[in-house]
């Protein structure tokens, strides 16, 4: 199961995030997002925990826990939306 995880302090790495989450189960992986142009965090992450029971759980308890001092926010993570592409054509004149 893919864990969604918000309002991560700009000094979560992947490893804090692998550490918090194992004490649940095994995590298979852990990713803080990271804007490409700044190369900083944006706040947020996942986790995949292959144990849906495993992952269930760590929800409950990681949701509203303190990680590096900001009460996270942790949830299911939903599909990627495909966004339409976008196109310039209308604003060309």
Partial sequence: MDIYVSNLSPYVVNEDLTNQFSKFGT?????????????????????????????????????????????ITASKAKPREEKPARSNYNNRW
């Fill in 27 to 71: 995590v298979s992986s852990a990713n803080v997002i990271m804007d490409k142009f700044t190369n900083r965090s944006r706040g947020f992450g996942f986790i995949t925990m292959p144990d849906d029971t495993e992952a269930e759980k760590a929800i409950q308890e990681m949701n509203g826990a303190s990680i590096d001092g900001k009460a």
